[in-house]
């Protein structure tokens, strides 16, 4: 099982590539953009991750790693395709789909195919056999096929995909044992072995735990605030318990993960996910609190400015995909304030960005949306000078505030009932 085709090159599918390539595979990555198959070729990268562009650059120095529009005849296929969702908050399975309709032709006997992309309990056995069975493969014996989810964190995929467990789950015994055999060779954690749904369910509940335990602390932050006490001295204090574990209240869950995958129980078990749906809820409603907790601390200004740090969806990473702090600047302008939003990291954003001076320039309100740690080198006394009123609103709790107090700004924290 030598040579490997990877459908997709994203976030999880080009560092997927490019480690098999380091590993000895010789590794064909396909991607639907012309524009990334050229990029990758040229042993660059069209993501942000740290020493991605270094393996890239290497993988494809040495020969191992190609791309092309089009997939080949190859031992292994990897489905690394997004999983999005729609505005019905349904899971869109059309990449899915697509990538496995584009194997189909290039499919042989003994071939093994990968599902990596998280997807609703039921796809591999629903959506991906059908397909092969259709095109006269019986999954098992002619081709094998697999789940084994990503679970890295963005900003550390290289390390977190060596060396974090992994999950696969097979369709038939047979099935796992043969992803195994390729994880093995370069995962340094602990692999586990299950069947295809199993491992399906595993990946979805693990992030569908994430975002009810974020709930968890965006709703006892908005309690906190109404009791005139501060949630991180609550959540400190109670952490110190054995087995809690409170997450961090802020603005909102983003990213392509954590706020899209406890959509798709929602959508397959309507009725028994009141739980999982209210927690997704109280997260989608934290972008209005913190754009409510913006509007009373400009209440009377006259055309207010509002410095917006931040547009990414988590600190130190490119990604805006579903973020909380973009949602927050929209609504801000459609309660007729102007925003300066600045990103040290995002490059290309739809939103206009300006620089960290032109952000604070006359602002009547600086709101923190993204826990970039770059913003805590700013200094407050410097900034002081450029706003109209030294206004803070820290949604992420990450700067020091008696700096920002001591340099004359009234600091609102979100989570804390104190101004
Ligand atoms: N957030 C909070 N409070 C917290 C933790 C996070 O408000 O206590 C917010 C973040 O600011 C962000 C969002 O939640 O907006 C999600 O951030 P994250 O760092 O928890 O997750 P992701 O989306 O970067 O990556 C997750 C990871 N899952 C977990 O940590 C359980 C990663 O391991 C998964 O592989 C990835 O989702 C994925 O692809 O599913």
Redesign the pocket.
């Known amino acids: 099982m030598k040579k490997v085709c990877v459908m997709g090159l994203g ?2 599918g080009l560092p997927t590539a490019s480690v098999l390539a380091s590993n000895g595979f010789k590794v064909l990555g396909v991607d639907v953009s012309a524009n990334v198959v050229d990029t990758v070729n040229a042993g660059n990268i069209h993501i942000e991750e740290p020493g991605l562009h270094t393996v890239v650059q290497a993988a494809i120095g040495s020969g191992n790693l190609r791309a092309s529009l089009t997939p080949e005849p190859s031992d292994v296929f990897f489905l690394s395709v997004p999983t999005p969702m729609n505005e019905e908050k349904q899971a869109d399975m059309s990449y899915v789909r697509s990538a496995t309709e584009a194997i189909v032709p290039h499919l042989q006997n003994g071939n093994l195919i990968i599902l990596e992309s ?1 997807s609703p309990p039921g796809t591999c056995r629903d959506l991906i056999c059908p397909i092969l069975e259709e095109a006269g493969l019986k999954v098992g014996s002619d081709v094998y096929l697999a789940h084994c ?7 550390r995929i290289l390390k ?1 995909l060596i060396e ?1 467990d992994r999950v696969i789950g097979g369709y038939g015994e047979h099935c796992a044992a043969r992803a195994e055999a390729i994880y093995g060779s370069f995962v340094e954690g602990e692999i586990f072995l299950t069947d295809v749904t199993t491992a399906e369910m595993v ?1 979805v509940i ?2 569908t ?3 009810v ?2 709930a968890l ?2 709703e006892a932050a908005i309690l906190c605030e109404k009791l005139g006490i501060n949630f991180s001295a609550v959540a400190k204090l109670a952490n110190r318990h054995p087995r809690v574990n409170i ?13 899209v ?1 406890p959509w798709f129980l929602i959508e397959q078990f309507p009725e028994d996910t009141d739980l999982i749906h209210r927690a997704r809820l109280r ?1 989608d409603g934290m972008p209005a609190h913190v754009a409510n907790g913006v509007a009373e601390l400009v209440a009377g200004v006259d055309k207010p400015k509002v410095a917006a740090l931040g547009l990414a ?3 130190n ?1 490119d ?1 805006m995909r ?3 702090s973009v949602t927050v600047v929209e609504l801000l302008q459609e309660k007729g304030m102007e925003v300066a939003a600045h990103d040290p990291y995002v490059k290309k954003s739809t939103m206009e960005l300006a620089s960290i001076e032109d952000c604070f320039k006359d602002a009547d309100c600086v709101v923190l949306l ?2 970039h740690s770059d913003y805590k080198y700013l200094n407050p006394n410097q900034l002081e000078k450029l706003v109209r009123k030294p206004v803070l609103f820290d949604t ?1 709790n990450l700067l020091d505030h008696n700096e920002w107090r001591k340099a004359g700004f009234q600091v609102k924290v979100l989570g804390s009932g104190a101004v």
């Open positions: 976030y999880i998280t989810p990503e679970r890295v964190l963005p900003g977190e974090n990946k693990e992030n735990f994430r975002d335990n974020i602390a965006n997450h961090t209240a802020g603005p909102g869950v983003g990213g392509h993960c954590i706020s995958d997260n969806f988590k600190g990473v990604d579903e973020s909380p993204t826990d992420r």
